[in-house]
Antibody
Framework: QVQLVESGGGVVQPGRSLRLSCAAS????????MHWVRQAPGKGLEWVAV????????YYADSVKGRFTISRDNSKNTLYLQMNSLRAEDTAVYYC?????????WGQGTTVIVS | QSALTQPASVSGSPGQSITISCTGT?????????VSWYQQHPGKAPKLMIY???KRPSGVSNRFSGSKSGNTASLTISGLQAEDEADYYC??????????FGTGTKVTVL
C-alpha cells in the first residue's frame, strides 16, 4: 500500500544538526513532489519545504531558509531533511507528505526535540 | 508567510451542519484555487479532506464540501457525526512555490 515512513528524529542540543528521512513505498516516488511539514507541541501545522519530483527545485519557509536543506534520492525512494543550526523553536513533529498541491499521503511523523 | 486565519473552535450537534472559515489575502487564498483542507485526530497524522477548493479525494465522505469567495475559503461538514470531532486545517498555495497553513479549528460534536 501507499506509505511514507519518517525516521531520524531525536533529542539534539541547540546549534547542532540532524537529518530526517522519509521512506516511500507503494507508488512511483520519482513522479511526485514532496513536502516536509512540522507541528510544534500543541500548535498548528507549519509548512517547511517542498522539492520537485526530480529534485532540481527546492523551496523553503522563511523560518528555516538557510538552515534546512530538503533533498531526495529517487533511486532509494527516500526524502531527506538536513537540519542545521537547530533552535528550540524547531522542536516539533516532522511529517513528510506527497504531492505538490494536495498533500494526499502523510507519514506518521518523527519527533525532534531541541534542548 | 503569515498563517491563514481560522476560528479557534466550532461546535455543533449530531446531524447539524457547521462551516469553518479560512481567511487569507489576495496573495494566497484570493489568487489561487489551490486551497486544501486537512482533518487531524489527536496523535495522528493529518488526512486530506478537500483539495483545489472543492474537490474530494476518493474515500472522503460527501458530507464534506469546500468553497471559496474572495480571500476566504470555507469547509462545510453536513450531517455532523461524532467521528468528525477533530482539528481541521486549511492550506493555500502562496506563490513562488510556497505554502501556508491556517491556524487550525477544533471541531466539537456536542
Amino acid at each position: 500500500q501507499v506509505q511514507l515512513v519518517e525516521s531520524g528524529g531525536g533529542v539534539v542540543q541547540p546549534g547542532r544538526s540532524l537529518r530526517l528521512s522519509c521512506a516511500a513505498s507503494g507508488f512511483t516516488f520519482s513522479s511526485y513532489a514532496m513536502h516536509w511539514v512540522r507541528q510544534a507541541p500543541g500548535k498548528g501545522l507549519e509548512w517547511v519545504a517542498v522539492i520537485a519530483y526530480a529534485g532540481s527545485n527546492k523551496y523553503y519557509a522563511d523560518s528555516v531558509k538557510g538552515r534546512f536543506t530538503i533533498s531526495r534520492d529517487n533511486s532509494k525512494n527516500t526524502l531527506y531533511l538536513q537540519m542545521n543550526s537547530l533552535r528550540a523553536e524547531d522542536t516539533a513533529v516532522y511529517y513528510c507528505a506527497r504531492d505538490e498541491f494536495r498533500m494526499d499521503v502523510w507519514g506518521q511523523g518523527t519527533t525532534v526535540i531541541v534542548s | 508567510q503569515s498563517a491563514l486565519t481560522q476560528p479557534a473552535s466550532v461546535s455543533g450537534s449530531p446531524g447539524q451542519s457547521i462551516t469553518i472559515s479560512c481567511t487569507g489575502t489576495s496573495s494566497d487564498v484570493g489568487s489561487y484555487n489551490l486551497v486544501s483542507w486537512y482533518q487531524q485526530h489527536p496523535g495522528k497524522a493529518p488526512k486530506l479532506m478537500i483539495y483545489e477548493v472543492s474537490k474530494r479525494p476518493s474515500g472522503v465522505s460527501n458530507r464534506f464540501s469546500g468553497s471559496k469567495s474572495g480571500n476566504t475559503a470555507s469547509l462545510t461538514i453536513s450531517g455532523l457525526q461524532a467521528e468528525d470531532e477533530a482539528d481541521y486545517y486549511c492550506c493555500s498555495y502562496a506563490g513562488s512555490r510556497t505554502y501556508v497553513f491556517g491556524t487550525g479549528t477544533k471541531v466539537t460534536v456536542l
